[in-house]
């Protein structure tokens, strides 16, 4: 099954979540758990922040690679996929 991503804004706790339902009972709509805090954003929230950019130094000498660093393609391919996700932001 391929997979999706939903970019949206992360919010800082569960009272201002859009994927959060109920008013009574709430209960978070991506994993059905119950949300027995709104004021906090608990451990188990499904909501993961993006990675970084990587930084392009552009001094890449043998001990940078013999150290397993990354190749400057690698870093240049890893922040368009940021940009794309992100949409450049």
């Not at 000498?61 to 940009?83: A, H, L, T, V």
């Amino acid at each position: 099954m391929s997979k999706s991503v939903l970019v949206i804004n992360t919010p800082k706790y569960c009272a201002l979540c859009v994927l959060r339902s109920g008013v009574s009972h709430p209960f978070c709509r991506v994993n059905n758990r119950d949300i027995t805090d709104l004021s906090i954003r608990p451990e188990w929230c499904p909501l993961k922040p993006l990675p970084d950019k990587m930084k392009l130094t552009g001094v890449y000498g043998r001990e940078y690679f013999q150290s397993n660093g990354k190749m400057p393609s690698y870093k240049i391919g890893w922040n368009q996929c940021i940009d794309e996700i992100t949409g450049g932001e």
